[in-house]
């Protein structure tokens, strides 16, 4: 998971994106990987949805950036509707390997 400030898409830290990449660059049959936008209940449904696709799409534009093939990449947002109650734990970005090679 790689965690966001309140009302930011901007990545802080890369630690858990430094881990992600490994894994990615070390496992090619992991063809299609969903990344997952969230974000917390404080604010308007619209806005934190929106800002929810932007979180996903700037972790997107970092695994580019750093090698990761584009086609690999599906950025989707959620908004709210995966809280966990938590508001510093629902400001994040998740992964899901959606395709493997046969």
């Not at 790689?2 to 070390?26: K, Y």
């Not at 990761?68 to 966990?84: D, F, N, P, Y």
């Amino acid at each position: 998971r790689v965690f966001f400030a309140l009302d930011e898409d901007v990545i802080r830290e890369e630690r858990g994106l430094q881990d992600l990449l490994a894994w990615l660059a070390s496992h090619p049959e992991a063809q299609l990987v969903r990344i997952e936008g969230h974000a917390d209940q404080i604010g308007r449904s619209r806005y934190n949805y929106e800002l929810s696709v932007k979180r996903a799409e700037a972790v997107r534009t970092w695994l580019v950036a750093h090698g990761i093939a584009e086609e690999r990449l599906q950025a989707i947002g959620t908004g709210e509707a995966r809280i966990t109650g938590a508001h510093e734990d629902d400001r994040r970005v998740g992964f899901t390997v959606l395709v493997w090679a046969d």
